[in-house]
């Protein structure tokens, strides 16, 4: 790690550093503070992902605390990230999860780290799982994240996802739509995410190009880490977060190349039986002085799957092809990383993509669809900056298309340039405050055979400041606001001027040990959100004399969660009110609206222990339109959210690191649902499906890792309850796969 490295040759660090020792096996760390009250004290961590033994030496650096630990018990480990203010026994419990480690903190505050559990006689904290405050969010740890939920890369690795919808596998209020890549739509507590600010690598994202098909279209194996912020979210979060955000981050040479290492890459091939779709990647990825660079380039390639009632689903094959690359430079503490990133998927889909097929139309069973993403984003931020000046500039483009050549030749596009300046100003190590401005020029484009290239914009500038403070020992504090300005231009070239304020406030209380209450509230504005770009009508939308509105939503949050002895338990009620939220016509016009309400609560519970865990997540959410549940069907909601009703979801592992071997499992359902019978339709079926995994690392060939996961073993036929169309009766929707085994193989050099 570049930076890790030069601050190694800072003389002020090197001076920190008394002893750096190695004897009897036992490497010992120590820094010049004289330990109190370790195990209460809170810290502030910076540790990037890195070598156990770097990050062990980090540690001691920011705590002054003594670490000793074995040679043989670290050596070839990597340590996870930990950022943000907690104990050093959370941090410890962070640092080392996974890896079958056992640590102590003493008496005289010196910790242990060994692989071997302590005698009776020993002060062994029990291993606790912290969700990872991953490294690219560096205001974990604020009241205003106590709600947020972590896909960190150790999660993602385990969860081995192939499409989005196994990112959010294992959390339960967030669901995703869909039973294709290209037409996955993700709703976080009931709430669409074009309702959401959605960023990747920190950049705008913008998609609301034809309903049949998805929104972000993302590969997940460029990602390192996801952070979603439900219900209430920060005002630095953007513009547009009227009910919470996502923030998707892609991976860095630093998150691949251990410290030592000035080059390296790695191998993957999949097959899966199901679909015969076989998908290959290969990375590279170095450093040379102060320069990194990283390349990455995946294709897949298969059938159309089988679903759970025997039969091919026509329009669901594999034709896919991603790249991510990044150039990087970093001395004296800057950092300017360059990405540019690419999907895109080229395949034969139901004519209407996100179902299998209406009933009561006759048309084509398939046809092209061309779906494809591309971003490119410039970052610049000082590492480790402490003080009044702790900056960070974003710059971004990002082009979203779907081209349907047959029958009419249909192109749509949606074009976002985008830009954020922002800076912490830290006032002490518990408070600081974020200030900056962001901008935003949205196009939404279409044409086809018979239409030349019509477009909605929308451009908006924003100023923001979020505090982020700790006023008491065992209270947390954030609260926000912003202003925003927007010029929303029409079809026909019609200009509305709208403005409006947002503000939050989030809070976090530890009650007692252990337990935190946290509550939320925000009210935002979100301007005029662009149009579908394939129902624009030009000469009949009229924005004049039908008055376009902008949105505004309020959302509610309270809740409280808890750990003792390896058990975790979380509960939380929600609510979010938007009004306005634009749903135009082909032939209604540019103006229709509706007001929504999704409310609901949430239920999580698990255990961790040394070399695994087991967890829980439970949502029950509901949608209400226009203040009336007949209209709580999957086709008003579509924009909006959907009815999800009771949505659960179990995952449990285990790894024999002596072995090199790792276990799992997933359950994941939904319960019955009725509330789609008040507008008249049928009721969502209930459903379980069940997968397994076994990964194994084989000691003589460390670089290799093989994998064997079969997925939907009980070879239910369902369509994922966030998916369009289940509950009318003239829609075919479009099932999940039937049973199917994936065999992975990674090799690392």
């Given at each position: 790690m570049s930076r890790f490295k030069s601050n190694l040759r800072n003389k002020n660090i090197l001076r920190a550093i008394a002893v750096s020792l190695i004897f009897s096996g036992t490497v010992v760390i120590t820094a010049p503070v004289e330990a109190q009250s370790a195990v209460n004290k809170e810290y502030d961590f910076n540790i990037p992902a890195q070598t156990l033994s770097d990050a062990l030496n980090r540690f001691a650096l920011?705590?002054?605390?003594?670490?000793?630990?074995?040679?043989?018990?670290?050596?070839?480990?990597?340590?996870?990230?930990?950022?943000?203010?907690?104990?050093?026994?959370?941090?410890?419990?962070?640092?080392?999860?996974?890896?079958?480690?056992?640590?102590?903190?003493?008496?005289?505050?010196?910790?242990?780290?060994?692989?071997?559990?302590?005698?009776?006689?020993?002060?062994?904290?029990?291993?606790?799982?912290?969700?990872?405050a991953v490294n690219f969010d560096r205001?974990?740890?604020?009241?205003?994240?106590?709600?947020?939920?972590?896909?960190?890369?150790?999660?993602?690795?385990?969860?081995?996802?192939?499409t989005v919808k196994k990112v959010f596998a294992g959390e339960a209020a967030v669901s995703v739509g869909g039973a294709i890549a290209s037409s996955q739509k993700v709703f976080v507590r009931g709430v669409e995410e074009h309702n959401l600010a959605v960023t990747i690598d920190g950049a705008r994202h913008n998609n609301k190009v034809f309903h049949h098909s998805g929104n972000n279209f993302i590969d997940p194996s460029l990602l390192k880490a996801v952070r979603v912020d439900p219900s209430v979210a920060p005002a630095d979060a953007g513009p547009g977060a009227l009910a919470g955000g996502i923030a998707y981050e892609t991976v860095d040479v630093d998150d691949l190349l251990s410290p030592d290492k000035n080059f390296g890459g790695f191998a993957t091939a999949t097959y899966d039986t199901n679909s015969e779709t076989f998908t290959n990647s290969e990375s590279m990825y170095g450093r040379l002085g102060d320069f990194e660079a990283l390349g990455f380039f995946k294709w897949g390639k298969g059938d159309d799957y089988d679903s759970g009632l025997g039969e091919q689903t026509y329009g669901t094959g594999t034709n896919l092809k991603s790249f991510l690359g990044k150039v990087a430079y970093e001395a004296d503490n800057h950092r300017f990383e360059l990405s540019g990133e690419s999907v895109k998927d080229d395949s034969n889909r139901p004519f209407r993509a996100n179902l299998q097929n209406l009933t009561n139309r006759n048309e084509a069973r398939e046809r092209i669809y061309t779906v494809e993403r591309t971003n490119v984003v410039f970052n610049y931020n000082m590492e480790h900056a402490q003080g009044w000046l702790d900056?960070?500039?974003?710059?971004?483009?990002?082009?979203?298309?779907?081209?349907?050549?047959?029958?009419?030749?249909?192109?749509?596009?949606?074009?976002?340039?985008?830009?954020?300046?922002?800076?912490?100003?830290?006032?002490?190590?518990?408070?600081?405050?974020?200030?900056?401005?962001?901008?935003?020029?949205?196009?939404?484009?279409y044409q086809d055979n018979s239409t030349t290239e019509i477009d909605e914009r929308a451009r908006n500038f924003g100023l923001f400041t979020q505090a982020r403070l700790q006023?008491?020992?065992?209270?947390?504090?954030?609260i926000g606001l912003r202003g925003d300005t927007q010029t929303f231009t029409g079809l026909d070239g019609t200009d509305i001027d709208t403005n409006g304020l947002s503000g939050n406030t989030s809070v976090a209380y530890k009650v007692i040990e252990n337990t935190t209450l946290k509550a939320g509230y925000s009210n935002v504005f979100g301007g005029i959100i662009l149009s579908e770009g394939f129902i624009y009508n030009k000469g009949a939308w009229d924005y004049r004399n039908n008055e376009v509105k902008p949105t505004r939503a309020q959302n509610f949050s309270v809740g409280v969660e808890t750990t003792h002895n390896g058990f975790t338990f979380d509960f939380g009620v929600f609510r979010t009110d938007a009004d306005n939220v634009r749903n135009p016509t082909y032939s209604g016009g540019p103006h229709l609206k509706h007001d929504f309400i999704t409310r609901g609560y949430e239920v999580g519970a698990g255990?961790?222990?040394?070399?695994?865990?087991?967890?829980?997540?439970?949502?029950?959410?509901?949608?209400?339109?226009?203040?009336?549940?007949?209209?709580?069907?999957?086709?008003?909601?579509?924009?909006l959210g959907a009815p999800l009703g009771k949505v659960f979801a179990l995952e449990?592992?285990?790894?024999?690191?002596?072995l090199g071997f790792t276990v799992g499992g997933t359950i994941d359902g939904a319960l019955k649902n009725k509330d789609t019978t008040k507008a008249?339709?049928?009721?969502?079926?209930?459903?379980?499906?069940?997968?397994?995994?076994?990964?194994?690392?084989?000691?003589?060939?460390?670089?290799?890792?093989?994998?064997?996961?079969?997925?939907?073993?009980?070879?239910?036929?369902?369509?994922?309850?966030?998916?369009?169309?289940?509950?009318?009766?003239?829609?075919?929707?479009?099932?999940?796969?039937?049973?199917?085994?994936?065999?992975?193989?990674?090799?690392?050099?």
């Open positions: 920011q705590t002054g605390l003594q670490v000793s630990a074995h040679g043989d018990a670290i050596r070839g480990l990597r340590g996870h990230p930990v950022q943000g203010r907690m104990t050093a026994q959370q941090a410890l419990a962070q640092l080392t999860n996974g890896l079958g480690l056992y640590f102590e903190i003493k008496p005289d505050g010196s910790v242990v780290v060994s692989n071997v559990a302590s005698d009776a006689n020993a002060l062994t904290l029990s291993p606790i799982m912290i969700q990872d205001h974990a740890g604020g009241a205003d994240r106590v709600d947020s939920k972590y896909i960190s890369g150790t999660v993602l690795a385990r969860r081995n996802p192939t900056p960070r500039v974003t710059i971004g483009y990002g082009v979203s298309s779907v081209k349907v050549p047959s029958p009419y030749g249909s192109d749509g596009e949606t074009r976002s340039l985008s830009a954020k300046f922002e800076n912490d100003f830290h006032l002490d190590v518990r408070n600081k405050i974020t200030a900056g401005l962001d901008f935003y020029n949205d196009v939404n484009a006023p008491m020992e065992d209270l947390k504090w954030s255990y961790y222990w040394n070399n695994g865990f087991a967890k829980l997540s439970f949502s029950d959410t509901t949608i209400k339109v226009d203040g009336s549940a007949a209209k709580s069907d999957s086709d008003t909601t579509q924009y449990a592992e285990h790894t024999f690191h002596d008249g339709n049928a009721a969502l079926d209930g459903y379980t499906t069940y997968g397994l995994y076994a990964e194994y690392k084989p000691k003589e060939l460390e670089f290799l890792t093989l994998r064997l996961e079969g997925n939907n073993l009980n070879d239910q036929a369902y369509a994922d309850r966030a998916t369009y169309g289940q509950d009318f009766a003239n829609v075919e929707p479009m099932l999940e796969a039937g049973r199917s085994f994936l065999f992975s193989l990674r090799a690392d050099f």
